[in-house]
């Protein structure tokens, strides 16, 4: 995962707040950054690249003021990043589920196989690939496969994450350090 991806993101240093701004604070910060960093305030002649990267920032200025101007979900996100970690332990069908559960609805938003589809097969084959894997290959077969099922749907599984509460995001790192801890030894 790069910087920009919850819960590692920094929403105070994003707007430029510190940490005891009022919601009006953040809010004129929000407005500030996303003046600063939106696409539209590029010039004509920009790259794709530049544009990109752009479009990138404006949507993390957009979840830094989602999060900090909303007092529910701001006290949530302090208190994920006092204890980035669950405190309780999470079991390997626990982490198996959490994993499941995260990639099959990033396959489903990056192939559009909501409910079934044209590409069930895709599905069948993301959730087979560690399982097929341990079976031919034992520990190393299972970690390919969820390398693999993980990458070729990095895209899905990142837009799915960031939909996610903080607590479900904490819960799937967690279960991925549970899952490659059992893995390697």
């Not at 910060?29 to 960093?37: D, I, N, P, S």
Request: net charge negative.
């Amino acid at each position: 995962m790069e910087a920009v991806d919850p819960p590692l993101l920094d929403l105070y240093a994003v707007l430029g707040v510190d940490e005891s701004a009022t919601i009006d604070e953040v809010k004129a910060a929000f407005r500030r950054q996303l003046l600063a960093v939106h696409p539209d305030k590029l010039p004509p002649f920009a790259s794709d690249a530049e544009r990109a990267t752009a479009t990138e920032r404006t949507r993390v200025v957009l979840q830094a003021n989602e999060v900090l101007s909303n007092t529910a979900c701001r006290e949530q996100y302090d208190r994920a990043r006092l204890n980035p970690v669950p405190d309780r332990e999470v079991s390997m069908a626990e982490a198996w589920e959490v994993w499941i559960r995260v990639v099959l609805e990033g396959v489903s938003r990056q192939y559009g196989v909501a409910g079934g589809g044209p590409r069930f097969m895709h599905v069948l084959c993301t959730i087979l690939a560690p399982a097929l894997g341990g079976a031919i290959a034992g520990v190393t077969g299972i970690k390919v496969g969820m390398a693999l099922a993980t990458v070729l749907n990095e895209k899905g599984i990142r837009a799915t994450l960031r939909e996610l509460a903080v607590g479900e995001q904490l819960l799937f790192m967690r279960a991925m350090e549970v899952l490659s801890a059992d893995l390697r030894g």
